[in-house]
Each structure stands twice: as structure tokens, then as C-alpha cells.
């Protein structure tokens, strides 16, 4: 809500600006979206890896 709120204001400030914000917001999400999905791949190896190392711990009932 808050980004569209601005995009309003830049929109009455700068319209041209606004626009070219418009055109160019589908270019960039696509873009970034291989790191997206890179994010999401390292996040769940580093996930696999603390629960093999918290898994003795969970084995002997402690808190993880």
C-alpha cells in the first residue's frame, strides 16, 4: 500500500518519471528473479546443514 502511495506522489511530482517506473517495474522483478530463486536454494542447503548438526541434539531431547 505504502509503495503505491508513492508512486502516486512521484506520479503529480514527475509523471514522466512515474511512467518509466511503471514500464520498467516487470523488467526488473524479472531480472532479479534467477537471485530470488538462488536465495531460496542457499537458504534451504543451510537449512539442511543446521538441522544435521542440531540433530544429536534434538536425539537427546534438547531445545532447536
Do not use: T
Amino acid at each position: 500500500m505504502a509503495a503505491f502511495l508513492l508512486w502516486l506522489i512521484l506520479l503529480v511530482v514527475c509523471w514522466p518519471l512515474a511512467l518509466l517506473a511503471l514500464l520498467l517495474y516487470p523488467l526488473v522483478w524479472l531480472l532479479l528473479l534467477p537471485f530470488r530463486l538462488l536465495g531460496f536454494a542457499v537458504e534451504g542447503a543451510f537449512g539442511i546443514v543446521k538441522g544435521l548438526f542440531l540433530l544429536p541434539a534434538r536425539l537427546l531431547g534438547g531445545r532447536g
